[in-house]
């Protein structure tokens, strides 16, 4: 990834440090009204990188392309690998953090394992250098501790829309 950035692998895994790592467990139980209700609302992970399994192959993750809800199709035991708003961030735009949610199933329940990786708690979270010097940087630059204050609800972009500078163009 740091590569097709121009940029070398080190500089991006540096901005990891020690890095975090942290499981969530999901459960969708089965529900009727399915077409009522939602598993997770629509957001994007507030931190780098996330990769998730459907652990019962219950499909219902949905990512949002050009504004329109596309399924994921996921092959059975293999990770999808979600690019968090951290990685936006950090690549001054050039990764996109992805908005997904989930529906649910009418008959069959669904769990999923989401691992989230985060740099560790003294790390700066801004565009990286070598990409501000080139294009000017897209996005704020703030600690840890004060990027996790952003308002942290299940809505949309919220961290990395919080982050950019408001005369990036995009
Ligand atoms: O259950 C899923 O497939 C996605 C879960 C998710 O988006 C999350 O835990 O942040
Ligand atoms: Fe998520």
Request: hydrophobic fraction near 40%; charge should be neutral; proline fraction near 5%.
């Amino acid at each position: 990834m740091a590569e097709n950035l121009g940029l070398e692998a080190k500089q991006l895994t540096d901005m990891f440090g020690d890095m975090v790592q942290a499981l969530r467990m999901n459960y969708y139980p089965p529900c009727q009204q399915a077409d009522k209700v939602v598993g997770i609302s629509p957001h994007s992970d507030p931190i780098a990188l996330t990769l998730l399994t459907e652990t019962n192959n219950v499909q219902g993750l949905q990512i949002r392309k050009n504004g329109i809800w596309v399924p994921v199709h996921a092959i059975p035991g293999a990770f999808i690998i979600n690019i968090g708003d951290m990685l936006e961030i950090w690549s001054n735009g050039k990764y996109k953090s992805i908005e997904h949610r989930v529906v649910v199933n009418p008959d069959r329940e669904r769990l999923s394992v989401a691992a989230f990786h985060a740099p560790n708690e003294d790390s700066i979270i801004g565009p990286l250098r070598d990409l501000v010097k080139k294009e000017g940087a897209k996005y704020k630059s703030i600690d840890l501790s004060n990027y996790y204050m952003l308002n942290n609800t299940l809505q949309g972009k919220k961290h990395a829309n919080e982050m950019k500078l408001v005369n990036a163009t995009n």
